[in-house]
């Protein structure tokens, strides 16, 4: 199945794929809800909290996820007080994330292809992230259109970090290209 027919069919699993979703439908609960966005608030702390903070990223200045399906790690840096911006290649999960997500005024949802320009100025973001989403992309082309987006969009100095769930293709090559590793 496709991304788009993933999220047709039960949004939250299509995103999680965490058991406590994995019967519902699109119909979406406040406590389906509720469980969704805390799980985000984790997974942030585990992987993204030591990225910005207002230390190293002052409030003010511009976050944005690849991937971002319904916003669920978004929202931790929205409720900060960050200028986010969610990309993803979903419709519908950009739908519901314009309907569900809890806070409506210092965010931005845009849809992208990994064909066409996303549709972001270069050198605007301060700090962009991804959590399991690259090795979801099966095309070499469209896995280095992508990568080169991003940084087309980085600000000059920028932080940028990318999570793998797992060992990937991509994922060894990095350091030969200059970005740092760790696991």
């Known amino acids: 199945m496709t991304w788009e027919q993933k ?23 406040a406590s389906d809800l509720a469980a969704f966005y805390k799980k985000g608030e984790l997974l942030w702390k585990i992987f993204f909290s030591n990225l910005i903070n207002e230390d190293n990223v002052p409030l003010g200045k511009s976050v944005l996820e690849f991937g971002c399906g319904m916003g669920r790690l978004l929202n931790t840096p929205a409720l900060l007080g960050y200028k986010c911006i969610g990309l993803d290649i979903s419709e519908t999960q950009l739908t519901l994330a314009k309907e569900h997500f809890p806070i409506k005024s210092n965010v931005e949802f845009i849809k992208v292809d990994s064909k066409k320009q996303f549709a972001v100025e270069a050198n605007s973001v301060d700090v962009i992230y991804s959590y399991a989403v690259f090795q979801h992309i099966k095309n070499l082309s469209d896995f280095y259109f992508s990568l080169n987006e991003l940084t087309r ?9 990318i999570q793998f769930r797992a060992p990937n293709q991509y994922s060894t090559n990095f350091k030969s290209i200059g970005f740092n590793t760790f696991n």
């Open 153 to 161: 969009i980085l600000k000059k100095g920028g932080l940028i970090r």
């Open 7 to 29: 999220a047709n069919e039960n949004p939250l699993f299509a995103i999680m794929s965490d058991d406590i979703f994995a019967n519902k439908t699109k119909e979406i609960g």
